[in-house]
């Protein structure tokens, strides 16, 4: 892994999402750490309740803050206290927040419950211009600074099991583009979106199929899947400044994956398929 230490030194932030050690949000909490940035630490209740925020609140020196990021109040006290905390705005914030009723309870897509699909795009989307909205209106965020939401290539493509988390994928990326229009021409803000690998994260592993997905794509990647620890680099990349004019951009992080039709190893591995039917 490149060396990262100092990158972000000075610099403050905001991650939400963050549940165990196997999150992504947990992964970019420590490498942001390690280059010296300091952060506030932000998931739901019930999320707090189940998780283990709290040991990487004490690893990093962070404040944990209990917010509802479909309710506009709770992200507008995690601004607040944020910034009450470091004394001033804040220069990057992570949403590494998804999750599909439907999918846990195993609705296929041809036969949603509705309720449950207005719960996906509430939480996985409209929770991100929620977000961006209080950021801008309270003008919390430093020019020059970066917010990122982590996506998935399940917007632009059907993958058996991904179910409606595909639908607020695209509309994640769609309030991307809109908005860091918007934050960058007014405020000289960054947003971006990464479309990480398939990720064995709690929330990912609960998609049907899982394994199989990962053994696909991995097969199918010229440099294999992208690790959570390998997507938390790219994100510390995206916080530094270093990456000043990207804006508005899907960047896809998931080892060459997206621009792939077939891959040798996907070949040879579905030729089996053939002969053992043989």
Not at 39 to 62: M, Q
Not at 187 to 209: D, E, F, H, L, M
Request: with cysteine; glycine share 8%.
């Amino acid at each position: 892994m490149a060396n990262t230490d100092s990158i972000l030194k000075g610099k403050k932030g905001i991650i939400f999402g963050a549940l165990n050690n196997k999150s992504i949000a947990w992964k970019v909490a420590e490498k942001a750490y390690e280059a010296g940035a300091e952060f506030t630490l932000s998931n739901a209740p019930v999320a707090l309740r189940f998780g283990d925020i709290d040991k990487l609140a004490e690893k990093c020196n962070s404040l944990v803050i209990a917010a509802d990021a479909t309710i506009l109040e709770d992200i507008e006290k995690v601004f607040k206290e944020s910034m009450e905390f470091f004394g001033g705005k804040v220069d990057f914030v992570l949403h590494s927040i998804g999750m599909s009723l439907n999918v846990r309870k195993g609705n296929v897509y041809n036969d949603l419950n509705y309720n449950y699909f207005q719960k996906t795009l509430e939480v996985s989307a409209l929770s991100f211009h929620k977000l961006l909205q209080t950021a801008f209106s309270m003008d919390a965020v430093n020019e020059w600074g970066s917010i990122v939401a982590l996506s998935y290539v399940a917007a632009q493509r059907t993958l058996y099991g991904y179910n409606d988390m595909g639908d607020a994928k695209a509309l994640l990326e769609s309030i991307s583009r809109s908005f860091g229009y918007i934050y960058g021409r007014e405020k000289k803000v960054r947003v971006n979106t990464i479309s990480q690998s398939p990720t064995p994260t709690t929330a990912g592993s609960g998609v049907k199929g899982f394994d199989s997905l990962l053994d696909f794509t991995e097969r199918m990647s010229p440099l294999g899947n992208a690790s959570a620890a390998d997507c938390a680099g790219y994100c510390i990349a995206l916080f530094s400044d270093l990456t000043r004019k990207v804006t508005m951009q899907n960047l896809f992080h998931d080892g060459g994956f997206s621009s792939m039709g077939m891959s040798l190893r996907a070949m040879t591995q579905y030729d089996k398929s053939f002969k053992d039917c043989d």
